[in-house]
């Protein structure tokens, strides 16, 4: 942890988000996908499709 520690002094974390809405639901979408209505795909399926994933046999994310 000495390195860790040391890091710490360097890394800032802001945990704020604002929007409109007061509803939870439609304040998690417009987190994860940057718009309100559900028609963008979300951070972390952008992320499975650009690194994939260390295992072959699971499938990375499903379209509805």
């Known amino acids: 942890m000495p390195l860790k520690r040391q890091l710490m002094d360097e890394i800032c974390v802001l ?3 604002w929007t409109d809405n007061p509803n ?15 028609i963008r795909p979300s951070m972390g399926s952008w992320l499975l ?3 994939g994933s ?3 046999y699971i499938l990375l994310y499903c379209a509805v």
């Open 15 to 17: 945990r704020s988000t």
């Open 54 to 56: 260390e295992n072959r």
């Open 49 to 51: 499709w650009g690194f």
């Open 24 to 38: 939870h639901g439609p304040a998690l979408l417009l987190m994860n996908n940057g718009t309100i209505l559900p």
